[in-house]
């Protein structure tokens, strides 16, 4: 019903075609670009002609179908949506598309086709079940190679923040506004399609706006601000209530061995010059046990998070 809905299907009537659902179903839920014709997303459109909302799921109108035969993937025939759908699955590529974007989502923002391929193939033998692709994907020692493949959309780049500090008292609603601004608008993706991803989520604003919130949360405050006094996302909480902020470091470490551990926590890969604007930082005579160490540390990390590198998966 969403998609009828969304896709403007309930216009698609025979004599007055909508190509909208028939396109994105091909396009973006199963084959992808290159797979199809255009010839593919008319006919299509005749076979996707009169359905349109019903009480539970989609419901044909017979008065609007277009019952005349049409040819749909190399196949002919007055097909409806249950036998379009089964015609679309009979298509070699048909496992790709969706493996990819998995992969996109949770692993890298450019898979190789090699590992597409790879679990393309299982998502097929597997009657194209999601669960044991995503158990084969999360669990399976495959060389993936994933270090720094994938910039951190605002959602990962928040909760990540406050993990690493222990934050459990903030101002949720201001979380919610500042992904907002990031360009995540949680349950409200810009179109069918979804988020874009990928570089989209590291513009040199989306970095200065991360950069200014790393510092208000290492320094104990809420992680935005909203734009109006009056705004309803401030509505029964104070924007400017101080957080507890408490950062897990090895307290009888030196300080090489306190950059390493959390270069190693936070950063996907490090070199020599960064290893020396972490130790002018985390001098060579830091001591643990003096007043103040608890704010070095946290003055290192704030370093960290700001860097290129935290930014990335």
């Known amino acids: 019903n969403a998609m009828v809905r969304y896709l403007d299907n309930v216009d698609n009537k025979k004599d007055k ?13 199963t084959l992808g670009i290159g797979n199809y014709s255009e010839e593919d997303i008319k ?35 007055n097909f409806k949506i249950d036998e379009m759908i089964d015609i679309i699955f009979e298509q070699p590529n048909i496992p790709y598309l969706i493996t990819r974007k998995i992969l996109k989502w949770f692993i890298y923002d450019n898979p190789k086709e090699e ?18 692709l995503l158990t084969k994907i999360f669990t399976e020692e495959f060389a993936k190679k994933n270090a720094g493949s994938k910039i951190k959309n605002p959602l990962e780049y928040s909760l990540q923040l406050m993990n690493e500090l222990n934050i459990s008292n903030t101002n949720t609603k201001l979380i919610t506004f500042f992904i907002k601004e990031q360009g995540m608008d949680l349950f409200n993706q810009p179109n069918v399609k979804g988020w874009d ?54 307290r009888e ?4 061995e306190i950059i390493a551990q ?36 946290m003055r290192l990390f704030n370093f960290m998070v700001k860097t290129p590198e935290f930014q990335l998966i």
Do not use: H
Not at 48 to 57: K, Q, T, Y
């Open 17 to 29: 075609l909508n190509e909208n659902l028939s396109r994105e179903l091909l396009e973006l839920f």
């Open 43 to 77: 006919n299509g459109a005749k076979g996707l002609a009169g359905l349109g909302i019903g009480e539970e799921n989609a419901v044909y109108r017979k008065f609007f179908e277009d019952n005349e035969s049409f040819i749909y993937l190399g196949k002919k025939g």
């Open 115 to 132: 590992l597409v391929r790879y679990y393309g193939d299982y998502f097929k033998q597997m009657d194209f079940e999601i669960r044991p």
């Open 197 to 250: 991803g990928g570089n989209s989520w590291l513009t040199s604003q989306i970095f200065l706006q991360r950069n200014n919130t790393a510092d208000l949360l290492c320094n104990g405050k809420n992680i935005s601000r909203a734009k109006k006094e009056n705004d309803n996302m401030m509505m029964n909480q104070n924007p400017n209530r101080q957080l507890n902020v408490k950062l897990n470091w090895n």
């Open 253 to 256: 470490g030196n300080n090489k």
């Open 262 to 297: 959390l270069s190693n926590r936070l950063l996907f890969q490090t070199d020599a010059a960064n290893q020396q604007d972490f130790e002018k930082i985390l001098k060579y005579d830091f001591d643990s046990k003096t007043e103040g160490s608890d704010n070095a540390v």
